[in-house]
């Protein structure tokens, strides 16, 4: 990622292949009372599905998603405050839609895991929009798999969608030593760019954060240029294997980091070949506004023209290898609240 990067998860210090675009076989939804879909046929018959949200059911499913709620702003000058409000997500359609509104919102300053004293709890905070943040966290997690989200992203100078994963739980040290994976990531699509093509932003990022705790962390990823589709759906994907993780857009490869190429710098981490990415990690989907990350970039801060503004998640799938499932896959796909 830009070095910008580091700044999106600085206070963050106490707490925290191949896919194709939609086909036939992907449009096959898990049975509703069993984990029973088929894997489908590109994947290979050493994948099987563990896990699966379709948004099929008429509202946001609550076993397997928890909201973030406060107006933090990430620890890097976000400016949206998050919600557990329909008007910021639902299920509409099939699909999940999480919406960024322009309009003054006061909340928490922290975020939960923030809120140490009665003054934490009591502080609040005003951003100019709001939105929504979604995850699995004492809900779900895994350690390796691939996971897969088919998902439409917002547009414009300022947007920050992201798809990524946070350690269940912080066993070689505060962020980042536990690790982070960002699955996807995109900043500004839309705006002009002198390194895209038309002149338009139209990268998108994946990136590992490792090392030791804030400020002594480090990143490392790669980036790749989105290809318009028909309906504007993509396919983004991960695929973490012990000691290697590889990303993924609509089935093509652009980027792989191995153990090689990350390390842990604190005591306990340093015991293990491949840490920090060798234990459980939850899902999150969130759509941020502004944060250094997208404001310092292209054309600038945030335009406030075209909003309010949604990022479309169609499905969000976990594969893992039959002997990683046999082994770990009741114990590691639903945990109990943290």
């Known amino acids: 990622m830009p070095n910008l990067m580091s700044f999106r998860f600085k206070a963050v210090f106490s707490a925290f292949v191949l896919s194709f675009p939609a086909t036939a076989a992907y449009s096959a939804s898990l049975d509703e009372t069993a984990m029973v879909a088929s894997t489908p046929a590109h994947l290979g018959e050493e994948w099987e599905l563990v896990w699966s949200d379709e948004f099929n059911n008429e509202a946001i499913d609550s076993d397997n998603w928890v909201f973030d709620v406060d107006c933090w702003g990430g620890g890097n000058d976000e400016r949206q405050c998050y919600t557990d409000r329909p ?7 099939g699909v999940l839609k999480i919406t960024a509104i322009q309009e003054w919102m006061r909340g928490s300053a922290l975020p939960s895991q923030l809120r140490k004293t009665k003054e934490d709890a009591e502080a609040l905070k005003v951003q100019p929009f709001s939105s929504a943040k979604l995850s699995t966290k004492g809900k779900h997690a895994w ?3 691939r996971f897969e989200v088919r998902a439409k992203l917002p547009e414009g100078q300022g947007t920050w969608p992201a798809i990524w994963m946070l350690p269940a739980d912080e066993k070689y040290g505060a962020w980042a030593a536990s690790g982070e994976i ?8 839309g705006a002009k760019c002198r390194k895209c093509k038309d002149g338009k932003e139209d990268r998108i990022f994946g990136t590992l954060h490792f090392g030791g705790e804030w400020p002594k962390n ?12 028909e309906d504007g759906f993509h396919v983004f994907a991960v695929e973490w294997k012990e000691g290697e993780i590889s990303w993924f857009v609509d089935g093509e490869k652009y980027s792989t980091l191995t153990s090689r190429d990350w390390r842990s710098s604190t ?3 340093r015991k293990s070949k491949h840490a920090p990415f060798d234990h459980e990690f939850f899902l999150i989907l969130n759509f941020a506004v502004g944060g250094h990350l997208a404001a310092d970039k292209n054309e600038k801060g945030i335009s406030t023209e075209g909003f309010p503004k949604s990022m479309y998640v169609d499905w969000a799938r976990v594969y893992q ?18």
């Open 87 to 93: 008007e910021n997500a639902r299920v509409e359609d």
């Open 143 to 145: 350690k390796y798999g």
């Open 182 to 189: 960002d699955i996807l990531e995109a900043v500004n699509l």
């Open 218 to 229: 480090f990143y490392k990823g790669g980036e790749t240029h989105l290809k318009p589709t």
């Open 267 to 269: 005591r306990e981490g």
């Open 321 to 338: 290898l039959k002997d990683v499932a046999g082994q770990n896959g009741a114990a590691q796909n639903t945990r109990g609240t943290f």
